[in-house]
């Protein structure tokens, strides 16, 4: 048995506070012993309850806004010294056997970078959510039947397919642990540019000499609940941005697959945030100008870009809601609105 705590869990709160005590709380009742793990905590806000908690448990706290996921989450990293490293979204959780069988996987195969487990969706009451309510991309039946999968360091074909579309493993950091050198050097600058963590982590141990485990157990609590939906606008301008720099992080590693995959899911992005903003800007009240200037920008784009292009209401809804506020613009603004209205939580 090594001497010293084998893995790190950070926890990271970025301007949510409500369920951060579970997610410790979650981490601390580990079948693990305590001794074997360390726990930092990194948030943007200070709040005397969960404070006074954190202090009583001798878990160390940082206090950091910065609006950069992988740069923040890697200070926090400096703050451990454990060789491998998980990781916890504030609203998450961890069944209590989780470290603990994780870390039974990767000592048995010192040549893996990457563990990743299934989730378990609960509400946020933290009660189970039936699997037929749950979001596509937790529901990942292409384990079923099959079991863990192990992919050897030296036999990564097919993982692009594999992880982004097939078991869809690429989702929801508080699902991966991984050797700490995955966050060093070249790797870890990349890690430190993205806003989407879950991703990069995927992407770093693909193009890595390590190996993956891709886990069949449910052992992350996922909660879904109107506040975590992460398709707003903004947020779809990082997922086009952190897709093209993975992809480029891909191609400079020889993995065109990768690559490919990845620079598509960049390019299907950009074309939702440049609908949505045309749709926002709408919405606003925008000058016809501007208007009339986005939705030309977002017909080149479908020119440049046929795969993005279909016969579809989802590509071309900005674009009538463009023309329409051009000839009636009292009109495309209470219908954009209505439209808002029902696709918000």
Not at 159 to 171: D, I, K, N, P
Not at 237 to 245: I, V
Not at 252 to 271: K, T
Not at 277 to 289: K, L, M, Q, S, W
Request: glycine share 6%; hydrophobic share 40%.
């Amino acid at each position: 048995m090594p001497e010293g705590p084998e893995v790190a869990i950070v926890i990271g709160a970025y301007r949510r506070e409500r369920f951060l005590l579970s997610a410790v709380r979650s981490v601390l009742a580990q079948t693990l012993p305590r001794e074997r793990y360390e726990v930092v905590v990194t948030k943007s806000f200070a709040n005397p309850e969960i404070d006074r908690f954190l202090e009583q448990q001798r878990i160390p706290t940082l206090l950091d806004d910065d609006p950069r996921i992988g740069s923040w989450l890697l200070k926090a990293v400096a703050a451990t010294h454990a060789p491998y490293l998980a990781f916890l979204d504030d609203d998450d959780e961890f069944e209590p056997e989780r470290l603990a069988h994780a870390l039974d996987v990767l000592r048995a195969d010192p040549g893996l970078g990457f563990y990743r487990n299934r989730v378990r969706v609960v509400d946020e009451h933290g009660d189970p959510v039936p699997p037929e309510k749950w979001r596509f991309y937790a529901v990942d039946d292409y384990f079923d039947g099959r079991g863990p999968i192990p992919v050897p360091p030296r036999d990564k074909n097919g993982l692009a397919e594999l992880g982004l579309e097939r078991t869809r493993v690429s989702f929801n950091s508080s699902t991966m642990i991984v050797r700490r050198e995955l966050l060093e050097g070249e790797l870890g600058a990349a890690f430190a540019r993205t806003q989407l963590p879950d991703v990069a982590l995927f992407v770093l141990a693909a193009v890595s000499r390590f190996g993956l485990y891709l886990d069949d157990r449910r052992l992350t609590r996922y909660r879904y609940y109107p506040e975590n939906v992460t398709n707003r606008v903004p947020w779809l301008q990082h997922a086009h941005e952190a897709y093209r720099d993975l992809a480029a992080l891909a191609q400079a590693h020889a993995n065109p697959d990768l690559a490919g995959r990845l620079a598509r899911v960049s390019e299907h992005y950009d074309r939702v945030y440049r609908s949505g903003t045309i749709v926002e800007r709408v919405r606003a009240g925008a000058d016809r100008r501007e208007v009339a200037r986005l939705a030309g920008e977002y017909l080149r784009f479908l020119g440049h870009h046929p795969a993005e292009r279909e016969l579809s209401l989802e590509v071309w809804a900005a674009e009538m809601s463009a023309a329409s506020y051009l000839l009636a613009p009292g009109v495309a603004r209470r219908m954009s609105t209505r439209q808002a209205a029902r696709r918000d939580p």
